[in-house]
């Protein structure tokens, strides 16, 4: 089901239990039409990313014919089309490794929180889902709000976090996250497999796709370029840090940053991390 909003913003799948959430395979995708132009994008959105895709058609003499807030099928269709006889690439990259007895802590802390009863963010695909909001008080969330501190002092504790979405089960699920106003820092935990990476569309060319292990590791990325989380099997919980204050604004530039290092590591050179 997809309904509208009173922002203009497209809701997939509204009032569907979580108990009956559909599974993508484990290595499998979300289909391509939610990865090019996920239901939740508004109008402006929409505009941005088609934009994006019609220059690099273009470039293959292909013409899209869209208009903003105009229809959207039949240029999707044509979107669909080439990216199928022409299947994006995909670019694999690893965050570094949280030390051990951290990534053993953050996950013994995940399997027992009291998730609460109604998911804190309604349009996407888990069975959990709980914003810690770092600037007050979590009552009852004070092991894991510790963790997530500890986790960012070892990537970078300068980092304005303002918010940690805190899930588990997350799947598929293609997105932005407008109201980010810098990059992110994503961790997943759990005994999951074949699966669950962090697939970002590239900022930089629109027919990449990264595709990022974030298992025990931690990963800079940038939510307000589409993405999802890859098809698994088994228990997956992940950490997602991130900034709404506009005081620490950046412009979006790069999706994923391959190079980035947690700022611990440049104090040891051995770290006892969890592989």
């Known amino acids: 089901m997809r309904v509208q909003d009173g922002e203009g913003k497209w809701i997939s799948n509204v009032g569907k239990d979580r108990g009956e959430l559909s599974r993508l395979a484990p290595g499998e995708d979300p289909g391509l039409a939610d990865q090019l132009m996920p239901g939740t994008l ?16 273009a470039k293959h ?7 903003p807030e105009g229809p959207l099928k039949e240029a ?42 109604a998911l804190h963010r309604r349009t996407v695909r888990a069975s959990q889902y709980l914003v810690l909001h770092m600037k ?31 899930t588990k089960n997350y799947i ?48 800079w990325a940038d939510g307000r370029a589409i993405h999802w989380v890859r098809g698994y099997s088994g228990e ?14 950046e412009p979006l530039g790069k999706s994923c940053d391959p190079a980035w290092k947690p700022a611990s590591l440049e104090a040891s050179s051995n770290p006892d991390i969890c592989h």
Request: charged share 25%; hydrophobic share 35%; net charge negative.
């Open 76 to 117: 999707l269709s044509q979107l669909k089309k080439f990216y199928k006889a022409t299947p994006r690439k995909e670019l694999p990259i690893s965050g570094t490794p949280l030390p051990k007895a951290l990534a053993d802590r953050a996950l013994d802390t995940l399997r027992a929180t009291r998730w609460p009863a």
């Open 136 to 166: 007050i008080r979590n009552d009852g969330y004070e092991d894991l709000v510790q963790t997530c501190r500890d986790i960012l002092d070892y990537a970078d504790p300068a980092y304005p976090c303002t918010m940690v979405a805190v």
């Open 172 to 219: 598929g699920s293609p997105h932005i996250d407008s109201s980010d106003v810098r990059h992110q820092f994503a961790v997943s935990l759990g005994d999951f497999e074949g699966g669950g990476e962090l697939c970002v569309e590239s900022m930089e060319d629109c027919s990449q796709v990264f595709v990022v292990e974030t298992k025990n590791r931690i990963a």
């Open 236 to 249: 997956r919980f992940s950490l997602i840090f991130y900034c709404t204050d506009p005081a620490y604004a």
């Open 61 to 67: 003499g292909v013409t899209v014919d869209y208009q």
């Open 42 to 57: 508004r109008t402006a959105e929409v505009a941005f990313f088609m934009e994006r895709h019609r220059t690099h058609l």
